[in-house]
Each structure stands twice: as structure tokens, then as C-alpha cells.
């Protein structure tokens, strides 16, 4: 079971917009309309952002979204902010409750 | 409101059993719709889930620990913990014990995340 594929790392200016690709398999994104996604700044415990694919939980800016196409989800920042700057991780249910993460990526604010 | 808190030994020798807790405030464990989890994240890396536990002591690990992970609660004292046997340097990490939700089967997202507790593996 290897983790989600995630880039790196992605950067943008303030103001624009940036997405985080999120590639799984036909067993885990493209099966479930069950991904959620993480923000984690250093040293600190990560936080959802989005679940169920494209829903914001209460308290969450509406400029985090998320969005699905096969096997690959997506989070999209717009408006990027100094404060967006952090790790983000992807995860995705696989069935009979187990799950798996994403590697991570580390967006850059320019 | 929901919070979560690990503790547990900072320090375990390889080959030894590492052992957390997680103490959970705002909701009784025993009849909480949730699922109780343990997600790992080594020292500059990604996260893993470990696994999860229902109150009911129905639980789910990932395959690539499951022989050597033990998830389990005490309702008791509001706490679920987590073992490790056979524990090596790759088991060094932060310890996360989570929430996991949704609005409706399956549980499916994690919240209310503890602050997270280092173990590390060494003599």
C-alpha cells in the first residue's frame, strides 16, 4: 500500500491561486468519494481543511476547495495568503476503515 | 468540547514495546459515534495511519504494521491506547491519536487531533 502521490512542493505569489494534485489508485481516490485533506504548520498537529472530496468544515476560509477527477483529487487555495504557507496533506478511505496519506507537499508563499 | 491528549515514554529501546495514551475529554469513549486513531508522521516526513478502534473494541490497522500494533480502550478512564511491539529506529515519530469521523458510515476524515507526543527508538 504506497502512499498518495503529491507533489513536493508548489508555490505562488499572494493573491493567486495555487492547487495541490493528489494521485491514487483505482482502489483508493478513484474508488471513494471519501478524500480529505490536511494543513500542518511545523511542530504543530495538522488540521482538516477539506472531507468528503469537496466540503469545508465550519471555521475553514471558502479559499480552500476541493475537487476530484479519477484517480486524482485536488485543493485548491485562491487568494493565497501568507498564512496558507504550510505542509498539506491528502488523505483517502480504502475501504473497511483504513485509510492512506498523501506524501505531502509544502506550499510556498512568494 | 472535543480534546484529545497523548503521554507516554518519551525514550524506548529497540526491540521493546512502546506504549501511548490517549486521554479524551468532552465526549464519553464508550458511546461516541466516532472511531479512536493513532497516526504517526516521522521526524521531516509524511504522515501514516497507524489504525482505529471503536469503543467497541471492533479495530483496523494498516497492513504494514498490523502484526506488531495493538489498539485498544478503556472506557473506564476515557483513554484508548496504542502498542507497539518489536520496535526499531523506523518506528522513531510523532504520535498523533485522532478523531475519526463523518457525518454517517463510513468514519471517514480525522479532527480533533492531539498535539502529538516524540517517541523516539534508541539504547
Known amino acids: 500500500q504506497s502512499a498518495l502521490t503529491q507533489p513536493a512542493s508548489v508555490s505562488g505569489s499572494p493573491g493567486q491561486s495555487i492547487t495541490i494534485s493528489c494521485t491514487g489508485t483505482?482502489?483508493?481516490?478513484?474508488?471513494?468519494?471519501?478524500v480529505s485533506w490536511y494543513q500542518q504548520y511545523p511542530d504543530k498537529a495538522p488540521k482538516l481543511m477539506i472531507f468528503?472530496?469537496?466540503k469545508r468544515p465550519s471555521g475553514v476560509s471558502n479559499r480552500f476547495s476541493g475537487s476530484k477527477s479519477g484517480n486524482t483529487a485536488s485543493l485548491t487555495i485562491s487568494g493565497l495568503q501568507a498564512e496558507d504557507e504550510a505542509d498539506y496533506y491528502c488523505t483517502s478511505y480504502t475501504g473497511s476503515s483504513t485509510f492512506i496519506f498523501g506524501t505531502g507537499t509544502t506550499v510556498t508563499v512568494l | 468540547q472535543l480534546q484529545l491528549h497523548e503521554s507516554g515514554p518519551g525514550l524506548v529501546k529497540p526491540s521493546e514495546t512502546l506504549s501511548l495514551t490517549c486521554t479524551v475529554s468532552?465526549?464519553?469513549?464508550?458511546?461516541?459515534?466516532?472511531?479512536w486513531a493513532w497516526i504517526r508522521q516521522p521526524p521531516g516526513k509524511g504522515l501514516e495511519w497507524i489504525g482505529n478502534l471503536y469503543y467497541n473494541a471492533e479495530s483496523y490497522y494498516n497492513p504494514s504494521l498490523k502484526s506488531r500494533v495493538t489498539i485498544s480502550v478503556d472506557a473506564s478512564k476515557n483513554q484508548f491506547s496504542l502498542k507497539v511491539n518489536s520496535v526499531s529506529a523506523a518506528d522513531t515519530a510523532v504520535y498523533y491519536c485522532?478523531?475519526?469521523?463523518?457525518?454517517?458510515?463510513?468514519?471517514?476524515?480525522?479532527?480533533?487531533w492531539g498535539q502529538g507526543t516524540l517517541v523516539t527508538v534508541s539504547s
Open positions: 468532552g465526549a464519553p469513549i464508550s458511546s461516541s459515534p466516532y472511531f
Open positions: 468528503d472530496v469537496t
Open positions: 483505482s482502489g483508493d481516490v478513484g474508488a471513494f468519494y471519501y
Open positions: 485522532a478523531i475519526l469521523m463523518g457525518p454517517g458510515a463510513p468514519w471517514r476524515f480525522f479532527d480533533h
